[in-house]
T-cell receptor, first 111, second 119 residues
Framework: GEDVEQSLFLSVREGDSSVINCTYT??????LYWYKQEPGAGLQLLTY?????DMKQDQRLTVLLNKKDKHLSLRIADTQTGDSAIYFC???????????FGSGTRLSIRP | GAVVSQHPSRVICKSGTSVKIECRSL??????MFWYRQFPKQSLMLMAT?????????EQGVEKDKFLINHASLTLSTLTVTSAHPEDSSFYIC???????????????FGEGSRLTVL
């Protein structure tokens, strides 16, 4: 099965908060990342969190990590049309020095 | 911030030909580069890890003779798709982990991607 799982789609109203969820399976994860991909483009690192942290906030972005449940979430406050993109959760595995991506969540914004 | 550049961004080729994609770190030295493949509406799948001066490490199911990776310098890695076929059509993305800054956080810097279409 998938090592990093995300729901495929999320639709929110402009101005509302978006919450994108992710679960992972590897207990050796050191860093967990959120990347943003706009159509036809590469990936942009939005934020990351160390595995010994519970929360990280960066302007409109809030990352919550529940290490016990291996659950990660990204909250985008005051969602704007420019936030429309695919958001990838990624698991950085210190044991293998590589990063494994989830399937990506397509965020769409409705007026 | 750090920049990773890929070239070409788009390439169309005939079946049976070979295609080379370059990945360059423009303002930092990259000891490790990764090559990913992304099918439409799907996630990135790690193909291989490329370390400067040594052989690439391929993920399970990736044919090393089909996808040749060379990382001859600290700023350049190349992926060659040999004898390309239509099923190789995909979006190929490279990423690089630098010696400074990136190495401390594990942050990867991504290229813009290269879209390969094999006719």
């Amino acid at each position: 099965g998938e090592d990093v799982e995300q729901s495929l789609f999320l639709s929110v109203r402009e101005g509302d908060s978006s919450v994108i969820n992710c679960t992972y399976t590897d207990s050796s994860s050191t860093y967990l990342y959120w990347y943003k991909q706009e159509p036809g483009a590469g990936l942009q690192l939005l934020t990351y969190i160390f595995s010994n942290m519970d929360m990280k906030q960066d302007q409109r972005l809030t990352v919550l990590l529940n290490k016990k449940d291996k659950h990660l979430s990204l909250r985008i406050a005051d969602t704007q049309t420019g936030d429309s993109a695919i958001y990838f959760c990624a698991d950085g595995r210190s044991s293998a020095s590589k990063i494994i991506f989830g399937s990506g969540t397509r965020l769409s914004i409705r007026p | 911030g750090a920049v990773v550049s890929q070239h070409p961004s788009r390439v169309i080729c005939k079946s049976g030909t070979s295609v080379k994609i370059e990945c360059r770190s423009l303002d930092f030295q990259a000891t490790t580069m990764f090559w990913y493949r992304q099918f439409p509406k799907q996630s990135l799948m790690l193909m291989a890890t490329s370390n400067e001066g040594s052989k690439a490490t391929y993920e399970q199911g990736v044919e090393k003779d089909k996808f040749l990776i060379n990382h001859a310098s600290l700023t350049l890695s190349t992926l060659t798709v040999t004898s390309a076929h239509p099923e190789d059509s995909s979006f190929y993305i490279c990423s690089a982990r630098g010696l400074a800054g990136g190495a401390n956080t594990g942050e990867l810097f991504f290229g813009e991607g290269s879209r390969l279409t094999v006719l």
